[in-house]
């Protein structure tokens, strides 16, 4: 028998392969959709407007900016339906047959807004935004899911980042494509809504030669000779009675639970705990804003005094640093420790959102203020990256056992999906009122000037 200390943190090829599978089939697309109709916004809008027109119906600007947190709302809004599917359809399915019948949920989407300009419909495309969000809602559980009980104990933190990593990736591509020179543009914006199907397209083809989870195929379909066959090809050795018998000991133990649901889980003492981190972690990682960013990256950056043709810039920028925080926290993650990186995550959002607001109310007094703000977003896309946006679904896979995890991944996404929705359609509204105040305040400047009761400005 060899050493169990040689096989500590063994990566096999298949391991890598079911994880860089499932994460580009899934993960990259819940961050692609995030971002993708941020850049082209203007263009969309004036497509909204224009088949409006066409439908002898006119658009005031506070229908169309309804319309716009419709499009962008109906996202978080599928992907909390989908956070609703996970615990049926990964218990029934399991891990990897749920993520291929997801693909469903992302093909037809991708070709209803690929032809929405064609069937001259921005009814078509809310509709997508929707289904592709159920998508989202599914993979962003399904995967860290997965991945989790694939991975040995001592991968398992690095392997749950992967999937949030892909997650920052998709986010960047879709604001590389989202340059005007690229396809942020008229021309262009169909084609990038339709890319989403082809990751769904790649992973059809590849996950059915990745194996099921072990845990699920002994635990929940008592089927021994699979799972052992998929636990010998994950860990790349014959010798895996130490990890055939430890998933016995939990299905012997867990055999007079049952599978608990949802309502069950809120019931039980002895989670309740587990059951309230879970949901101050998604509640706290989606509140917090950082949606916002990549949804109206452009239009925040705009606000902020960046100029017109630097935004799709910073935007990348912003985008780039993301990625690469994350790439960071995949390595760091297992030194570090969960809660810590949380705390700082936690506490360098804090301290980037208190300085930004600042920054924001000074900006036109102060010339420079535009590049503190600009420092500010990037500062904070920095803390959530490296612990509230990677770390809860690692949390949530590791301090529930195989009959609570469905119910609990599907209480931390129902959570982290709603607080998603209240962002996205928040967020334009409280924008729109802004201009608003800001406009109505320069006009009674104006009229002030006018009748007298301020001192018109001296000309030379």
């Known amino acids: 028998m060899a050493n169990p200390e040689e096989r500590k943190g ?18 990259f697309q819940y961050g692609y959709n995030v971002a993708v109709i941020n850049s082209p916004a203007p263009d969309m809008q004036r497509f909204y407007q224009n088949v409006s027109e066409s439908r002898n119906s006119t658009v005031s600007e506070g229908v169309l900016t309804l319309l716009w947190s419709l499009t962008v709302s109906m996202f978080p809004l599928g992907g909390f339906f989908g956070s609703l599917l996970i615990a049926p359809l990964v218990n029934n399915l399991g891990r990897k047959g749920t993520l291929l019948f997801n693909n469903i949920f992302s093909v037809v ?3 209803l807004m690929g032809v929405s300009e064609v069937l ?3 009814e078509v495309i809310i509709l ?10 599914l993979s962003s559980n399904v995967v860290p899911m997965y991945l989790g009980e694939l991975a040995p104990r001592n991968l398992r933190g690095a392997v749950g980042i992967v999937p949030q990593l892909f997650i920052t990736i998709g986010i960047l591509t879709a604001q590389v494509f989202g340059i005007r020179n690229i396809l942020g543009n008229a021309e262009g914006w169909p084609i990038m809504l339709s890319l989403t199907g082809v990751p769904a397209l790649i992973e059809l083809i590849l996950l059915p030669f990745c194996p099921e989870s072990p845990r699920y195929m002994l635990i929940q379909r008592g089927d021994e000779n ?3 066959t998929a636990l010998q090809r994950l860990r790349g050795w014959k010798d895996v009675e130490d990890e055939m018998t430890e998933m016995r000991l939990e299905e012997q133990s867990e055999r007079a639970e049952g599978q608990l649901s949802v309502l069950k889980l809120f019931t039980f003492r002895s989670l309740r705990w587990q059951l309230v981190s879970i949901i101050i972690m998604n509640m706290g990682q989606q509140l917090s804003g950082v949606n916002a960013i990549y949804y109206y990256a452009d239009s925040i950056f705009s606000s902020a005094g960046v100029k ?5 810039y910073v935007t990348v920028g912003t985008g780039t640093v993301n990625v690469l925080m994350t790439f960071a926290a995949v ?6 420790g969960r809660r810590l990186l949380l705390l700082i995550g936690f506490g360098i959002c804090c301290a980037a959102c208190v300085i930004l607001t ?4 000074l900006q036109e007094t102060l010339y420079w203020m535009p590049y503190v703000s600009i420092g500010c977003v990037i500062i904070y896309v920095i803390g959530h990256a490296i612990g509230p946006s990677p770390i809860p679904t690692v949390i949530t896979s590791e301090i529930f056992r195989q009959s609570s995890r469905p119910a609990a991944f599907m209480v931390a996404g129902s959570v982290h999906w709603l607080s998603n929705f209240t962002v996205g359609l928040v967020f334009p509204f409280l924008e729109w009122l802004k201009c608003s105040q800001q406009t109505k305040h320069k006009g009674h400047q104006v009229l002030k000037k006018i009748v007298g009761l301020v001192p018109k400005e001296r000309t030379s």
């Not at 600042?358 to 109310?361: C, D, F, K, R, T």
Request: aromatic share 8%.
């Open 331 to 336: 390595f760091i993650v297992e030194a570090s």
């Open 109 to 111: 989407p991708a070709l």
């Open 308 to 312: 017109e043709n630097d935004v799709q």
């Open 358 to 361: 600042v920054a924001l109310s």
């Open 226 to 228: 699979n799972a052992r």
């Open 120 to 122: 001259e419909s921005f």
């Open 10 to 27: 063994k990566l096999t090829l298949l391991l890598a392969a079911a994880t860089l599978i499932s994460a580009f089939g899934s993960s």
């Open 128 to 137: 997508g935004r929707f289904i592709v969000g159920i998508c989202a809602g």
